[in-house]
C-alpha cells in the first residue's frame, strides 16, 4: 500500500538472442527501460510518417463511426486478433483512399464556395440581356453597369435625359432598396454621365469577365453546386464503407506501438562482439520470476543486480488497497512522489471525500451523482484500475448522500415542502428526518464553519506529522523532533489545557510557554548556535502565519456548502414561480418539472465540479504544502498493451 520497490538490473544475454530476449521482456512488462544515450543513431522520420498516416486514417474513421462500432473498436484485443488483422488489412490503400475522399472533398467545397460567390454576384443581374464576356467600349459607346437607390432611380433617369439624350439607361432589375441599371454612354460623355449619375448615388459594378449570359451561368453554377454536394455525399458514404476497418486499423497501430517500444529498447541496448546488456529498473518481487522466464529461452541469459548512479531515481508505480485506488488520480493532478517520498494517496483519502460531501452538502445531488456513476460503469465495464476518476466519483456521490443528511440537503427543498411523515419538529422549527443542523439558520451555519476551521486545522498539522515521519524513517530525527514534532508537543499542551481542572491551568499555561521555547529554538535546528534563537523565532513567526492563512482557506468548505443549498433553493423558487405563469395544470406541471430537472442538472454539474476542484485544492496547496515534493516518473515497462487509443 505505498511506492513498489524498485531494483535497477542489467540483463544479460548472448547477443544472437537479441531478439528472443526483447520477446520475453516485452511479454512480461516488467522492466522499465533505463533512458541513456544510443550507441545507434536511427532515422525515425520515415516510421514517423508512416505512424501519422495510420493515426489520420483511424481518427478519420473514428469520427464517422457509430457508437457500436466504435465502442467494440476501443475495447481491449486478444494479442490473437491483433496479430490476425496484420495480414489482411490493406493499411496503404485505406490512407491513400482516405486521402483521395479528403482532396476530392477538398476541391468540392471550392467548387461551392465558388459556386456560391457566382450566385450571390448574378443573382441580381440575371436579367441583364448581354453576355459578360461581351466587348464593353465599341468605337463610339461604352457600356456601364452600376446600382442605383430605387428612390433616386427615376430622378436619375430623367436628369440623363435633359443633359445627356443621346445616352440610354435600362431597369436591368428593382429591388426593395436599390435598382440594377445598365446604363449605354456615347464615349465622349462617359464624364459628364458619371457626374450626373454619382449625384444621384450612382455605384458603378464590374460583373466578372465570363463566357456567357447571366441566365446561363447562373444555371452552370446551380450545376455545378449540386455535383459538388453530390460529390461530397458520395465521399461520405465511401468513407462509411471504410468504417468496417477501424477494428484492424487500431489493431494495427497496438502493434506498431509494440514495434516502436521494442525498437526503443534495442536502441538502448549496449552491445559488444558476443554480450549484449540492457539496462532498466523492475519491482523487486518481479526480478527472480523475470530471471526464470529468460532463463528458460537460455541458461546463457542472467538479470543481476545493477547501482544506480546518484542522481538517478528509480521509475514510480503506486500500489494501494483497491478502495484507495481512486484517489490515485487526485495525487497524479499534481504529480507522482519521488522515489524516496511517501505515496500520499492514503493520507489524502479520507479528507479529500469528506471535503467533498461537505462541499455539496446535499443527499439529493449525492444520490444523483452515485446513480450516475453507476451507470456509466455499468455501461463502459471498467474496472477501478481502468477507470479510477469514475470511481472516484462514485465513492463521492455515496459519501455526500450520508454526510449531506445530517444538514438536511435534499434538492433545495424545505421541510415544510414535504409529507409531513419525512420531516419532524425540532427546536428551531421544523427538520428532516435525521437532519441535526439546519444550514438556514446560524447555529448551523457557525457549526459548519467551526467544523471546516477545526478539519483544516487538524488536515496541516497531520501534513506536519508526516513532513517529521518522513524525516525520521530516513534518518533525520533530530531534524524530525526539533522542526516538526515540536510543533505537535505545543498543540497538545494547547488542548490539553481546555481539559485540565482550574487548579492545574496555571501550571499546564506554564508548560505551555516552555513548548512555545521548545518550538522556537527547534525550528532555528540547522544554524549555529547563536542565531538559532533569531532564526527559530523568525520561522515560527512564518509557520504561525501560514498556520492562520492555509486555516482560514478550509472556509471555502463552508462557502461552496451555502451556495449549493442556496443554487437549489433558487431553481426550485424559479421553477414554481414560471409554473405559476400557466392557469393550467397539464401545462403547469411539466413546465415546473422541466425547469427543476434542467436546472438541478445544471447545478448538480457545476456543483460537483466545484466540489472535485476545491478539495483537490486544499489537498494540493495547504496539505501537500507541509510535506510532499511530487515529480517522479512514471513506471513505463516495455509491454504489450492491448488496448485501443
Partial sequence: MAIVPMQKVAVLAYRPLREEVLDVLQDAGVLHISEAEPEMRVDHSEVNYRIAELHFAINILKSIAPKKVLAAALAP?????????????????????????????????????????????????????????????????????????????????????????RSTVSNINMEDARVMTAAVVWNDDIAHFEEV??????????????????????????????????????????????VEHLPDLLRISIYVQWLDHKQHAREMLKESHSLMTLLGWMPCNDVANLEQKLQKLSPAIAVVHATPSPEEE?????????????????????????????????????????????????????????????????????????????????????????????FGGWFGLSPDQVPAFLSREGVEGRLFLGQVWNLSQQSGINFLQYLALGLGITHIFFGMFLAGYHKWVHGQRAAALWQDFSAHLALAILLLMFFVPQEWK????????????????????????????????????????????????????????????????????????????????????????????????????????????????????????????????????????????
Fill in 77 to 165: 484485443h486478444s494479442i490473437e486478433a491483433i496479430l490476425a488483422s496484420l495480414p489482411r488489412t490493406d493499411v496503404r490503400g485505406i490512407v491513400d483512399e482516405l486521402h483521395a475522399l479528403e482532396k476530392s472533398d477538398t476541391d468540392a467545397s471550392a467548387v461551392l464556395k465558388e459556386a456560391q460567390t457566382l450566385v450571390q454576384t448574378l443573382v441580381p443581374w440575371r436579367k441583364l440581356p448581354y453576355r459578360l464576356d461581351l466587348q464593353r467600349t465599341t468605337t463610339y459607346t461604352t457600356l456601364l453597369l452600376g446600382v442605383v437607390p430605387r428612390a433616386a432611380f427615376f430622378a436619375m433617369k430623367a436628369a440623363l435625359q435633359e443633359h445627356l439624350p
Fill in 197 to 242: 449619375a454619382t449625384t444621384n448615388g450612382w455605384i458603378g459594378i464590374d460583373l466578372p469577365h465570363m463566357h456567357g449570359a447571366p441566365e446561363e451561368l447562373l444555371q452552370k453554377a446551380r450545376t455545378s453546386s449540386e455535383e459538388a454536394f453530390r460529390k461530397r455525399l458520395s465521399n461520405a458514404d465511401q468513407r462509411m464503407r471504410l
Fill in 314 to 406: 528509480a521509475p514510480v508505480l503506486l500500489k494501494n488497497l483497491k478502495l484507495i485506488t481512486p484517489f490515485e488520480s487526485v495525487t497524479k493532478l499534481y504529480g507522482l512522489p519521488r522515489a524516496h517520498e511517501m505515496d500520499p494517496t492514503p493520507m489524502l483519502a479520507p479528507f479529500f471525500i469528506l471535503y467533498y460531501a461537505l462541499c455539496l452538502t446535499d443527499s439529493g445531488y449525492g444520490a444523483v451523482l452515485a446513480l450516475v456513476m453507476t451507470g456509466a460503469i455499468w455501461k463502459t465495464k471498467k474496472t477501478i484500475e481502468q477507470a479510477p476518476l469514475l470511481w472516484l466519483l462514485l465513492f463521492s456521490g455515496i459519501v455526500s448522500f450520508f454526510v449531506g443528511i445530517p
Fill in 506 to 645: 496555571e501550571t499546564v499555561q506554564t508548560i505551555f510557554y516552555g513548548a512555545i521555547a521548545l518550538l522556537i529554538w527547534g525550528k532555528g535546528y540547522g544554524t549555529k548556535w547563536y542565531l538559532r534563537p533569531l532564526m527559530g523565532f523568525l520561522s515560527f513567526a512564518n509557520m504561525m502565519i501560514g498556520l492562520l492563512s492555509n486555516s482560514l482557506s478550509y472556509l471555502r468548505i463552508l462557502a461552496l456548502g451555502l451556495v449549493t443549498g442556496a443554487i437549489a433553493m433558487a431553481v426550485d423558487q424559479v421553477a414554481v414561480e414560471m409554473g405559476k405563469l400557466f392557469p393550467w395544470l397539464f401545462i403547469r406541471i411539466p413546465v415546473v418539472i422541466l425547469i427543476a430537472v434542467v436546472g438541478h442538472t445544471v447545478s448538480i454539474a457545476l456543483n460537483a465540479l466545484g466540489s472535485f476542484i476545491h478539495s483537490g485544492r486544499l489537498q494540493f496547496i495547504e496539505f501537500f504544502g507541509q510535506f510532499f515534493e511530487g515529480g517522479g516518473k512514471p513506471f513505463l515497462p516495455l509491454s504489450r498493451s492491448t488496448a485501443a487509443n
